[in-house]
Nanobody, 127 residues
Framework: QLVLVESGGDSVQAGGSLRLSCAAA????????MGWFRQTPGKEREAVAA????????YYADSVKGRFTISLDYAKNTLYLQMNSLKPEDTAMYYC????????????????????WGQGTEVTVSS
C-alpha cells in the first residue's frame, strides 16, 4: 500500500514560483511511474508531468514544458514539482499519483493507469 500526501500549494502572483511536494508513506520504486496531475472544477483531471526512473524517461504536458520540472528524491521518499513562471491558467488542485505497473514502459500521463492518488494541494495564480 502506498499513501501519498501533497503539500506546497499556495496563492502566488503570475510569474512567481512554487515547489510542490508529495511525500510517500511506503516505498517509491524506480519502476513506478510517478506523476503530477491537476484539475479545475467542471474539467477532467489532466496530466502535468511524470517520471519513470527505471526507463529514464519524463513526460511533460505541452502547456508546462520549459516551466515545470519533476524530480524524485529516494532518500526522502518524496516527489517534487518545481513550477516557475506561473500563469493564471495554472490555477488548479494538484495531485500526485503512482502507477506501479507502467504498461507503456515509459513515463506517461494516462490518468486511468495511476492507481495510487494523494488528496491534492491547491495552487492559485493571480494576474
Amino acid at each position: 500500500q502506498l499513501v501519498l500526501v501533497e503539500s506546497g500549494g499556495d496563492s502566488v502572483q503570475a510569474g512567481g514560483s512554487l515547489r510542490l511536494s508529495c511525500a510517500a508513506a511506503g516505498f517509491i520504486y524506480s519502476y513506478y511511474s510517478m506523476g503530477w496531475f491537476r484539475q479545475t472544477p467542471g474539467k477532467e483531471r489532466e496530466a502535468v508531468a511524470a517520471i519513470y526512473p527505471a526507463g529514464d524517461s519524463t513526460y511533460y504536458a505541452d502547456s508546462v514544458k520549459g516551466r515545470f520540472t519533476i524530480s524524485l528524491d529516494y532518500a526522502k521518499n518524496t516527489l517534487y514539482l518545481q513550477m516557475n513562471s506561473l500563469k493564471p491558467e495554472d490555477t488548479a488542485m494538484y495531485y500526485c499519483a503512482a502507477d506501479p505497473l507502467v504498461k507503456s514502459g515509459r513515463a506517461h500521463g494516462d490518468v486511468r493507469e495511476y492507481s495510487y492518488w494523494g488528496q491534492g494541494t491547491e495552487v492559485t495564480v493571480s494576474s
